[in-house]
């Protein structure tokens, strides 16, 4: 039986969280502790390809590996031909222009043209600068970019930027977010027809986690009396169960809710006379 080559990044930002939701999946994917290149999951027909991100689009675009797991960053500055197949919500950053916190004549886009930028991301920044008709001189550094306008190697920088406090420890404040990345699931353009089921089961699996992560199981007690207007409350994946308690003025409900309307739908709740709500996490959620 054929299996299925995914790469994921070896040590960096990704590896846990790549290796975290392999593992949610039932697929073990952590057996690196011999620092292989390549290890093979005994539960899942998937082997796993542990590389620098830089060349993981690469990697997929050949047919090196079937699949891929790297930020959006790292494509699009590859140019590589690649599939996104899935957005995994971890990973998430921004690359933003940023300049020196004393800058006083800073007047929005405008002020980068003629300007010289540092960056790693030349490929993403000429496009930016692009779209938006400035012209300026791109500096490509390796690495470092944060230190550039310090030294005097430029006026400005683009960089990847999360919490932010690279730049502020650096004398830097960042002025325009022009691209927002993520990590995601990529694949090779022509899988072949067994190759696409694996990775169509492994989809599978993610799909139930993400569900599973946005989502809460609720149980709470309710008044019988208020009952149908707690129900409209909690639709649950087909509706909610209501089972009887001793007191035969109560019953008890059960349900799912989504995360991001939680904290609404409890207010709702008590305002009916739900009492004892209890909110626990759900590990796989099969839609
Ligand atoms: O060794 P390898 O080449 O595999 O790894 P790498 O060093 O090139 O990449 P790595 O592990 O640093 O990042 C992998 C991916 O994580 C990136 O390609 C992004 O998609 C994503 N990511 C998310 C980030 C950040 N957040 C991030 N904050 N990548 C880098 N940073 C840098 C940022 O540039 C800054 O210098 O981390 C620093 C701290 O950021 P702040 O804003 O929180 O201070
Ligand atoms: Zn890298």
Redesign the pocket.
Known sequence: MERLKIAI???????DKSVELFEKAGISASNNSSRLLLASASDFPIDILY????DIPQCVADGVADAGI?????IWESGKQVETVEKLGF???RLSLAIPRDTTEYNGLQWFNGRKIATTYPVILRKVLNDNNIQADIHVISGS??ICPAIGLADAIF??????????SNGLVEKEKMVY???VLIKNESLDAEKQQILDKLLFRIHAIKAAKSNKYILLNAPKKNLDNIIRLLPGMKSPSVLPLADSDWVSVHSVVQESEFWEIIDKLQAEGAQGILVVPIEKMIL
């Open positions: 990044q070896k040590s960096g930002r990704l590896s590389l620098r991100d830089d790297v930020g959006e960053n790292v990973g998430k950053c970019v944060e960089d990847i930027v999360s919490t932010g406090s690279t730049l502020l990345s993520e990590a």
